[in-house]
């Protein structure tokens, strides 16, 4: 029972580490579960051919993806083609089932699939930086304050943007960060003419 539990913990702990990754709608809590039993676990592996699959497609020139745009005849090719490979991919899925694990992962369907996802994504700031932090393989974060009224206790943490949650060490509730318009606590201002240092108790009124 306790190695169950244990394998249970850690295939939840990489659903969520490959989740906080990517803001898509695409990365479904299914879909993240399937790709760690399929590839035991390993996010960063997965987020690494995801990144790798998207790189790949914007690297074609805009030109040569407007006259395939334009091009009816080239279109329903690569739609037939598209729909021949989705049955070979569902035929797949259902024979290996969710706890097959498949050690090719540059063949795999799911996370090409993904990383066409990505590719068509506009170059926000927020995308882009989302990009950035996946090609790093790093989860973003934000310093946050929380408090809890029932132990009179306030608290800054640094938490995941994807679940901004922490835990008052005292009766161990969960609470979600303070708004940034009721956020408070003690500042230290320095002058740049005379180098003077002072410390203030502020709250942020918005």
């Known amino acids: 029972m306790h190695r169950v539990n244990r394998e249970e913990v850690e295939l939840e702990k990489s659903v969520r580490r490959l989740m906080e990754k990517f803001h898509l709608r695409a990365v479904t809590v299914e879909l993240a579960t399937v790709l760690m039993r399929r590839f035991a676990n390993n996010h960063d592996l997965v987020t690494r051919y995801i990144i790798l699959f998207k790189d790949q497609i914007q690297a074609m020139e805009q030109e040569d993806v407007d006259a395939l745009n334009n091009d009816p005849v080239a279109q329903n090719v690569v739609q037939r083609i598209r729909n021949g490979q989705q049955q070979q991919n569902d035929a797949r899925r259902m024979q290996n089932?969710?706890?097959?694990?498949?050690?090719?992962?540059?063949?795999?369907?799911?996370?090409?699939?993904?990383?066409?996802?990505?590719?068509?994504?506009?170059?926000?700031?927020?995308?882009?930086?989302?990009?950035?932090?996946?090609?790093q393989?790093?989860?973003?974060?934000?310093?946050?304050?929380?408090?809890?009224?029932?132990?009179?206790?306030?608290?800054?943490?640094?938490?995941?943007?994807?679940?901004?949650?922490?835990?008052?060490?005292?009766?161990?509730?969960?609470?979600?960060?303070?708004?940034?318009?009721?956020m408070w606590g003690a500042a230290e201002f320095r002058c740049t003419t005379c180098n003077r240092t002072f410390r203030l108790v502020i709250v942020i009124r918005q």
């Open 97 to 135: 089932g969710n706890q097959g694990q498949r050690n090719n992962i540059e063949e795999d369907p799911d996370v090409r699939d993904l990383g066409q996802q990505l590719a068509l994504l506009p170059l926000t700031e927020r995308n882009v930086r989302m990009f950035n932090n996946a090609r």
């Open 137 to 182: 393989n790093q989860i973003p974060f934000e310093e946050k304050q929380f408090a809890c009224q029932a132990c009179d206790s306030m608290w800054w943490r640094r938490v995941p943007v994807r679940k901004m949650v922490s835990r008052c060490h005292r009766c161990r509730v969960k609470y979600e960060p303070v708004p940034l318009n009721r």
